[in-house]
């Protein structure tokens, strides 16, 4: 569920919904001064408007609140809410939340939508007022059964999550379908995640993709991204490597991590574009230096072998490191494997302990031989029935992995996991 800074991302749309009403056509600027100074409250608004955004004068907010402030003085919404927004950004005049919301009351309680919308964020956030979840509902509600689709959203997010409300997923499906038919593009994203989750309506890969596709065609990265994925698994579409990379790369070019590392991936296998290893490893180094955690180990592996990049293995140990401090457990694993004592390996244990997925590493212990940076790691699964295994790290020329006893092994780049009829699985 699009769940980031939700009630920050209504906001920033309702910003937006409220330009438009701030563009409305400002006529012969005498003629607006005139009709304002004989206490015309259009006129006072028009002005406003004028100084808010420069046009037919130099722009002044302190001198178009004045103008909003008497437009708003005499009821007129738009004015009302403006003057609020003013108030919450601190255009013009001291940024003070208690006043912001004053003025949205004012407004709301006409009817007018956008306050609507704008107070129940105000509840929901906490600003001005003591925050109040169910009192934002209350609101969002108001503007919603008015077909406002920043409310329409909002409301479902509540009904998804259980804010103010009974959690209720087919109530959040009716109020994000509501809002994505009017073009809400998160409400398309989340419309989406829940035809993929089977939330609130039956599973349906085919409505997965009309949904994120819709988003995605507005420029959501996430959406993007997630269409990528649709394609490169063939779920409620062909299956197109190459349509895959397309999406991939619009939401990688927004910045967007996970969508930088599969790009990087299709460069690194040439899956839906010419293979270029030297590309992937950009693409790598973009999402790791955002801290995403597997491409810090996708960079350590390039800096390990030389792939797309020179050799550099003290590069590469910092970033397996970084992967093992961002929660990457198997960069915690093969960080053990390259340190270059059993002093510094320890230090590193507790980032590979107790999420459930990875062994929990109990001991480590060098390997003599005739090879560098070998070790033996004994480790306790939780994975695999509780037995004991052993993990093997070196430098051998290819990727192998061999179960015996209940026992696996690998070298860099590779991960076997014993199967408990002593089958391997490779993972890396």
Known sequence: MKQTVKWLAAALIALGLNQAVWADDVSDFRENLQAAAQGNAAAQFNLGVAYAEGQGVRQDYAEAVKWFRQAAEQGKTDAQNILGLMYANGQGVRQDYVEAVRWFRQAA???????????????ATGRGVDQDDAEAVRWFRQAAEQGDAAAQYNLGVAYESGQGVSRDDAEAVKWFRQAAEQGYVLAQYNLGLMYENGQGVRQDDAEVVRWFRKAAEQGDAEAQYKLGVMYAKGRGVRQDDAEAVRWFRQAADQGLAQAQVLLGVAYGSGQGVHQDDAEAVQWYRKAAEQGYADAQFYLGVAYWNGIGVTVDKNRAKEWYKKSCENGFSLGCEVYLAKAENVYEANKYKKYARGNGTWPIVNNINQVKGNRKNEYTV??????????????????????????????????????????????????Y
């Open 109 to 123: 309680e006409q009817g007018n939508t956008l306050a609507q919308t704008l107070l129940g964020l105000m509840y």
């Open 378 to 427: 004994r480790s306790k699964s939780r994975v695999q029935d509780k037995y004991y295994s052993s993990h093997y790290y070196g430098q051998g020329p290819k990727p192998t992995a061999k179960c015996r006893n209940g026992t696996f092994s690998y070298s860099l780049g590779r991960r076997g996991v014993c199967s408990r009829n002593g089958g391997v699985a490779i993972w």
